[in-house]
């Protein structure tokens, strides 16, 4: 009996020292326009424990396969500890070896960012400067890292609802050489780009105030029932989602707006049309909703496992 090889297991250090997030970027981008197909992935799901559950979160493309296995637990914070722990693991597609076990938190802070970046670069003006980011968690950071590797950044401003927190970002990223400020909901108005990066449940800002020639990204729920921005913005946007059946089933953004008749779900167009075809013409804003599916963290999974090699 042949003794198995150790998996190489690839840290979160790893992770984001392994692959910039342009290239990230170029990776999702690369995937799409070779026949990824985002609607055939699997759906995650979701597996209760006793004190919290699992998230799982499947995908195949070409050379490889591989799960992101996540817990939940609602109480460790009191225990001071996260609330969301987990790993990925990447296999051989033809083999089902496995070769690789990822920090499941780093991809995760990885390819988000990079899925929401992608969309800009395809969707925002050339010129697209300005930069308006809502929350401040470390999704918020590394959003704003990755759009600034898709523009040239000459504004930067933070909406939190906590002042201190507000400020620790933006002496962070001031500390990297960013232009940044404190901001509020109203520079929505000023903002070509704009990103949610929250846990709210209702809009972060009047849809109204929006920039007709501004691109949105909500990326902070995948649940129906909470959205980040309100029917204002849906009922004057051309809408883009990862895919359509996802997006009506777990994007709030979406299927709020389409539930209050803001949009028709025959008008929504997916990430994959973007990426392989470009952007339509238009004079109106554009929303770019992200829910995160299995295929995005596969696809950085692989890039990551290629560069190690």
Known sequence: MSIPQQIPLISADQVHTGLS????????????????????????SSVP?????????????????????????????????????GNYLLFDSS????????????????????????AIDLLAGADASTLLVFGTGPQSLFHVRAVSAVRRLTSVKIVGRSADATARLVATLRSEGYPV????????????????????????????????????VAMGSHSP???????????????YVEDVPTALREAGDVA????????????????ADLACNGAEARGVPAFFKSVGMGWQDLVIASALHARSL
């Open 21 to 44: 997030l342009a290239d990230a970027v170029r990776a999702l981008a690369t995937a799409l326009r070779a026949g990824l197909d985002p609607g055939a992935a699997a759906e995650r």
């Open 181 to 216: 400020a404190e901001g509020t909901a109203a520079d929505v108005a000023d903002a070509r780009i704009v990103v949610c990066c929250t846990s709210a449940r209702e809009p972060l800002f009047d849809g109204a105030l929006v920039r007709d020639d501004a691109v949105v």
């Open 256 to 271: 709020i707006a389409i539930d209050n008749g803001c949009a028709q779900v025959a008008n929504l167009r997916s990430l």
């Open 225 to 239: 029932d909470a959205r980040e921005i309100d029917d204002a913005l849906a009922s004057r946007s051309v809408i």
């Open 95 to 118: 083999t089902l070896s496995p070769v690789a076990v990822i920090d499941g938190i780093a991809l995760t802070l990885l390819r988000t960012p990079a899925v929401s970046a992608l």
């Open 49 to 85: 424990l006793a004190h919290g559950s699992f998230l799982l979160m499947p995908g195949e493309f070409e050379a490889y396969a591989g799960v992101k296995i996540l817990t939940v637990s609602p109480d460790n914070p009191a225990r001071n500890l996260p609330s969301i722990q």
